[in-house]
């Protein structure tokens, strides 16, 4: 008996394979953040958000 190789599903395997290494990849090269003082950001967020809208409105 002749031997067939299924060359479009093992294509696919192979995509799926590299996808699913990417994926991984991906996740483990963005740094993790660690000691953020959260009462600090929304300082700063509470303090800039109507200065850029005022900003915003001066210049119309």
């Known amino acids: 008996m002749a ?3 299924l060359k479009r599903k093992d294509r696919k395997n192979k ?4 996808n699913k290494q990417r994926v991984i990849k991906q996740l483990l090269s ?3 953040i660690k000691n953020v003082d959260i009462e600090e950001l929304k300082a700063r967020f509470t303090t800039t958000a109507p200065a850029a809208t005022s900003a915003a409105t001066a210049a119309e």
């Open 30 to 32: 963005t740094p993790v």
């Open 15 to 18: 995509a799926r394979q590299n």
């Open 3 to 5: 031997v067939t190789r």
